[in-house]
């Protein structure tokens, strides 16, 4: 008799571990299947290009038609030709792209609404944003300055202090001091032009540090409309530099991406991992986009009614009297440089900015593409220091042969150039004036 209640109780413990077994199962495959047929065209808990699942049961079964969900996944023009079904034609409303049939059985189509319905989203963590912390520098020009007007003040008093004593003494033994003549700078012209010397040298060297910093802009960072993230696109995203400004290969300026441009992925991505959805919504408001829709907005003339343009700020600004061209440096057949070599790191970077010479060197250590420069960035001494030290493969295109062809009826060019046995830009006239100024 104990035997058999033992027997029991195993029947009962080993038919719990079945049914937990197989819930657990289900559970998985529900989220396996969701991703295999579903997650290209639905999200779990917002609609994308199809409506979202979590409900979707639900919904059929308020409208008397909980059974017909599962042919809608299957055929759904089959059930809407079918007539038989309301719910069917509003689904089919959502959206202009139709969902197609589905070769998968009930019972996986049940795991997966079930896997929908008793979905919770992950808590996100909140991201801190970095703070860039700003080293105090000390103002060496403003210390000079001090140090010499506190020189020329205890000079002047130590005057006056020689003076009052020479006076005391003159009148203590009855000697009468001629009166001095003439402005105050007369009387004390060897203090007054030692004064002079010493605020012109401090003025100067002032003027000189300011004078060096015109057109530097080291670390600038303007602010923008949107918080495009490089890091997250350029980083960890791996989208080329080259898909968004996509001109740079072939003209003067690399260009700023379209709204079109960002659209061709915001299209079917809503939302992002902190502000993304905030920012992104912004895209769809220039775009004249409707993110409930999952389409453009449209006249009675089937134009799309676009919002405000996307006003972005340059971060690089070359003078008017400076001529550049991104495709003479970025393409392939001509200079071949790393966008690095210019702007910097930019996988790490959030929104767009100049990078320093520091960024760019540390790079040079470990990547033999970037050149370590020392003059300040984007200047001409920059420039003409590069050019001094980039070399160029005379075989590499047609328009480099040319060069070549040219240069052997040179022979100052050539002597210049067989002393190192190496090309550089300036040998190629990479120094003349008139290749940047006009």
Not at 33 to 48: D, E, I
Not at 172 to 184: I, T, Y
Not at 271 to 282: D, H
Not at 321 to 340: E, I, K, W
Request: with cysteine.
């Amino acid at each position: 008799m104990k035997i058999n209640w033992i027997n029991k109780i195993k029947a009962v413990g080993l038919a719990l571990v079945v049914f937990t077994t197989v819930s657990s199962g289900f559970a998985q495959d529900g989220a396996a299947l969701f991703k295999t047929n579903c997650a290209a065209c639905h999200k779990v808990l917002k609609n994308s290009t199809g409506p979202k699942l979590q409900g979707a049961q639900a919904l059929w079964e308020e409208a008397g038609e909980g059974e017909m969900i599962f042919e809608w996944i299957k055929d759904p023009v089959a059930l809407i030709e079918s007539g038989k079904s309301k719910r069917a034609k509003e689904v089919a409303g959502f959206s202009k792209m139709q969902m197609p049939p589905q070769s998968i059985s009930q019972e996986e189509m049940k795991a997966i609404l079930d896997f929908a319905d008793a979905y919770e989203a992950p808590k996100k963590e909140v991201e801190v944003a970095e703070v860039k912390v700003v080293e105090p520098t000390t103002n060496y020009t403003l210390w000079l300055i001090v140090s010499l007007l506190v020189a020329g003040i205890v000079l002047f008093v130590a005057k006056r202090v020689k003076n009052m004593l020479e006076l005391a003494v003159a009148e203590k033994n009855g000697v009468q001091l001629k009166e001095k003549k003439g402005s105050w700078y007369l009387r004390n012209w060897r203090f007054a032009l030692f004064l002079s010397i010493l605020v012109g040298l401090a003025f100067g060297v002032e003027g000189l540090a300011k004078g060096y910093s015109v057109g530097v802009f080291n670390d600038y960072q303007p602010s923008q409309k949107i918080a495009y993230s490089h890091k997250l696109h350029a980083g960890d995203m791996g989208i080329d530099c080259k898909y968004c400004h996509n001109s740079a290969e072939k003209s003067k300026h690399a260009g700023i991406p379209t709204t079109n441009v960002c659209m061709n992925c915001h299209r079917m991505v809503p939302e992002g991992t902190t502000t993304g959805t905030t920012e992104i919504a912004k895209i769809y408001e220039a775009a004249g986009f409707n993110a409930e829709k999952r389409d453009y907005n449209y006249d009675e003339e089937g134009n799309v009614i676009e919002g405000t343009p996307i006003v972005w700020n340059k971060a690089h600004n070359m003078p008017d009297h400076v001529f550049f061209s991104h495709a003479q440096h970025v393409n392939p057949n001509t200079a071949n440089l790393d966008c690095r070599q210019c702007h910097g790191d930019v996988k790490t970077f959030g929104l767009g900015r100049v990078a320093t010479n520091e960024e760019i060197n540390e790079l040079a250590k470990t990547d033999n593409k970037i050149i370590p420069l020392e003059k300040p960035i984007m200047t001409m001494g920059w420039c003409l220091e590069c050019h001094n030290t980039k070399t160029v493969d005379l075989t590499k295109s047609s328009y480099y042969k040319e060069l070549h062809a040219r240069l052997k009826n040179r022979p100052d060019a050539m002597r210049r150039i067989l002393e190192d046995d190496k090309v550089t830009v300036r040998e190629l006239g990479g120094w003349e004036c008139a290749k940047c100024h006009y």
